[in-house]
C-alpha cells in the first residue's frame, strides 16, 4: 500500500500488538470520513518508549494509541494530561499539536462507561471486582468511581501496585469503596463472592493463548452477575464461556474498543467518529458475546 508524503499518520504503540484490531477499525473510520489518514501498528519494547514518542513528534505523527504495557509509563513523556488521563494515572491517546507540544488522554474511561451503558449495566451503587492494576484496570476504577460504583475491589499480581490504584482513585472518587487484594486463586475467588460486576482488565486469555482465564472454574461466578472481559482477540475468551456456564451475563472487549477509539478518533481529527463504519470493521454486532 502506498503511503504518499502528505498523508496523516497515527501509530499505536505496544508490546505486544498482533492482537490489535485498532489498525483495521480506525482505516475504516479514516475511509468513511475520506480522510487521507493511515493507522500504523509498532511494536515498542518497554525501554524504547522514550524514543518512540519523541521520534512520532518528530516524524509529524498527527497522534496515537498506547497500550499494553505503556499506558502509565508514557505519562513522564508529555507535555499536557488531560483531567482524564491525570484522574486515572494513565494515558491511551496521545495528541502531537501543531506547536510541537503532546497532550495525553484515556479515552478508555469513556470507551468502559458507553460499552457499559450499552449492555444495560447501571453502575451506580454496583459491587465490582477489577481483575489487574494496569492501565486499564485504571481506567476501569475511573469509569466506576464516576458511575459511583458502591465498591471496588482491585487484584493486583503485586499487591502494592493494587494498593497504590486504590490510594489514587480514593481521592478522586471518595464516594466509592476501594479495595485492593493479591492475585493468589484464593484472593480471587474469595473477591468475586460478593460482586454484582467482575471485570477483567488483565491480558490473560488474549490471543495467542485463548485458554487460559484470570478466574479459574465457572463455580467461582454465578448468575446475576454481570463479566465484563476487556480481551475481544479471541472474542468468546475462555472467561466468558465460564461465565456462562455459570449462568452470568457477559460483556465482551470489542464495545469498548470502539468507544475508547471514537474518542481518540474526535480528538485527532476534529470530526465526529463513523461508529456503525468502526464497529462493521471489528464485527460488533451486539455488544454482549
Ligand atoms: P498493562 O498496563 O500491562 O496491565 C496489565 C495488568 O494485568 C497488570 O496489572 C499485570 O500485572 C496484570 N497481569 C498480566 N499478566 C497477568 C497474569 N498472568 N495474571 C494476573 N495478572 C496479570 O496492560 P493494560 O493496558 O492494562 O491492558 C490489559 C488488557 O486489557 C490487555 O489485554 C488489553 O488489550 C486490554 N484492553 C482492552 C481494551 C478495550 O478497548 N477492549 C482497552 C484497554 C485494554 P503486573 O503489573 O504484575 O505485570
Redesign the pocket.
Known sequence: MEIPPNMRLVALLGDPVQ?SLSPRMHAAAFQACGLRWAYVAFRVRPEDLPEAVAGLRALGFAGANV???H??AVLELLDELDASARRCGAA?TLVFRTDGRSAGYNT?VA?MRRALAEAGVEVRGLHAVV???????R?ACAALGEGKARRVVVL???RD?AQAVCARMRQEFPTTDFAALG?DPACVRAALQGADLVVN????G?HPRGEDS?VAEAAWLRPGQVVFD???NPLRTRLLQLARQAGARTVG??S??VH?GAEAFELWTGLSAPIDAMKRAVGLVHAEV
Open positions: 492482537h497500550t499494553i504495557p499506558k502509565v491511551n478508555d470507551g481483575l489487574g492494576a494496569g492501565g486499564a484496570a481506567a493486583g499480581r503485586r501496585t492475585f482488565a488483565t491480558p490473560v488474549m484470570p476487556m480481551v475481544y472487549g470489542l469498548m474498543l475508547q
